[in-house]
């Protein structure tokens, strides 16, 4: 009879399946920045919308067919539009390129908008569109 090595999981049985975990719709609403909240709302009643946790602690990121599209980060939207969009967003002084690492590498599909620069929830409408419908 073979046995499983150590640390290895047993085998399951044939025929029965894994329970998959469900994702969480939202976080708790003191987890979100508040400047955030109205985006999260805003897609409240999407099925395919959920929001929750990412890239570093206490940051809120949307996501749709698991893919991010919003996110704030230090108090500031970031989302991901065309690299065309984006192109515009930054030279017309709307936001800036998203450099995650903070060394310059830019990346080019993604926009910084701070606090009052844009209106978020069109921002994160146009980012939901862009990446749900190349998702």
């Known amino acids: 009879m073979n046995k499983p090595k150590s640390g290895s999981k047993p085998a399951r049985k044939a025929g029965t399946k894994k329970a998959a975990k469900k994702p969480a719709k939202t976080q708790a609403a003191?987890?979100?920045?508040?400047s955030f909240v109205p985006v999260v709302e805003a897609f409240a009643r999407n099925r395919q919308v959920v929001a929750g946790s990412g890239w570093g602690a206490g940051n809120t990121v949307l996501k749709v067919k698991g893919k991010i599209f919003a996110m704030v980060i230090r108090g500031e939207?970031?989302?991901k539009v065309s690299k065309a969009r984006a192109a515009e967003l930054v030279d017309d002084g709307t936001g800036g390129y998203f450099d995650p690492r903070r060394d310059g590498r830019l990346m080019k599909e993604w926009v910084v908008v701070a606090p009052g620069r844009a209106d978020w929830i069109s921002l994160a409408k146009e980012a939901h569109r862009f990446?749900?419908?190349?998702?």
């Open 77 to 79: 939207l970031v989302v």
């Open 131 to 135: 990446v749900g419908e190349n998702a």
């Open 30 to 34: 003191a987890a979100i920045d508040p």
